[in-house]
């Protein structure tokens, strides 16, 4: 409380917003410590209903049942905190960025791909997280070819940085007349969504666009103007040390320059996560073996024929298939987050 009060402090010192990028970190620190009182506070009063309600039952004025609701909810509150803890990067605190791209395979591959959309959607929903898609492509009969999501909330990238990687579907396909039994993948990649507190330096003249006309929802003005954009961004890969080229599109907004602010920030934020990505490559020189990072590893099976969806690096595995479709996948994440916290 001491230090929230002394960081307070520091908010009310005359020309605090002179320098807003220093205020903003200043404000984000303080709303942080400000949660993990919050969120200690949640946890002492779970454990002492717990102890109260233990307590009633041994006096018969409560139930069984009643102590073990009790200590499920404690054991949740618990539970979300250690895994709050599990987030110390200074990436961890900001938003994502979720792209979603359909594997080989034509139809099939797009409606796994429309499917994985709606999951994540769904799983913002439960945290209240805000969601906006900046760019979807439809597929050619169904589904998606694929969609950016652009994700707002706190520890959004810290949380969903999980679920970066090959994710594979085996069923029945209702696309196949013989009825056989088919397998898609569908490529997730999860990067920090930047924001003004996060200095990325961008070259001018590395940096070319083109303009299209939007389609899809978007107001009369779709089709009829080219308000969606597709910058080119070249530079030297920081990971590979080779000449590479970003393409970002964005079709959100329906103003041309709306498009083009967004996209500059989507650049910066894949600009960002391959900074990251050097690090973790240097620090997994020192800690070999403990974990693998890589974009093109299947993580996860959904098999909706056994009921049963399996995270191939933690071996995590639940039979509710529709939940986990419908946006319950925490445990995933969790059994991730406390198997790799760095």
Not at 1 to 19: A, C, H, K, N, Y
Not at 36 to 50: P, Q, R
Not at 143 to 158: F, L, P, S
Request: aromatic share 10%.
């Amino acid at each position: 409380m001491i230090q929230i009060e002394e960081e307070d402090l520091r908010t009310q010192v005359p020309g605090f917003w002179d320098d807003t990028k220093a205020a903003e970190v200043q404000m984000r620190k303080v709303k942080e410590l400000k949660n993990w009182v919050l969120g200690y506070n949640a946890v002492k009063s779970a454990a002492d209903e717990l102890q109260l309600t233990y307590d009633f039952y041994r006096e018969e004025v409560t139930t069984e049942e009643e102590v073990d609701e009790a200590y499920r909810s404690a054991l949740e509150l618990i539970e979300t905190l250690e895994m709050k803890n599990m987030l110390s990067h200074e990436e961890d605190q900001l938003g994502a960025v979720i792209k979603i791209v359909g594997g080989a395979g034509g139809t099939e591959a797009q409606d796994w791909a429309s499917m994985l959309f709606r999951m994540y959607q769904r799983w913002c929903e439960r945290q209240s997280y805000k969601c906006e898609i900046t760019n979807l492509q439809d597929g050619d009969e169904a589904g998606i070819k694929t969609v950016t999501m652009q994700i707002e909330g706190e520890m959004a990238y810290g949380y969903l940085k999980s679920e970066n990687g090959v994710h594979r579907l085996v069923r029945v396909s209702p696309f196949n007349a013989q009825g056989k039994r088919m397998t898609s993948f569908c490529s997730v990649y999860v990067v920090p969504l930047v924001d003004d507190t996060i200095e990325i330096e961008i070259n001018p003249g590395s940096l070319s666009w083109d303009t299209f006309r939007s389609s899809g929802a978007g107001g009369q003005n779709v089709n009829k103007v080219e308000t969606g954009v597709r910058c080119h961004y070249k530079f030297i890969n920081p990971v590979t040390n080779q000449p590479d080229e970003i393409v970002i599109e964005n079709t959100e907004s329906r103003s041309q320059f709306g498009n083009k602010d967004n996209a500059i920030r989507l650049l910066k934020s894949q600009l960002y996560e391959l900074e990251l990505e050097k690090r973790r490559a240097a620090s997994a020189v020192v800690e070999a073996g403990k974990k693998k990072i890589e974009w093109g590893s299947q993580i996860r099976s959904y098999v909706f024929d056994d009921r049963r969806v399996k995270d191939h690096r933690t071996n995590y595995q639940t039979s509710n298939v529709n939940g986990v479709m419908d946006g319950d996948i925490d445990a995933f994440i969790k059994a991730f987050l406390m198997e790799f916290p760095d």
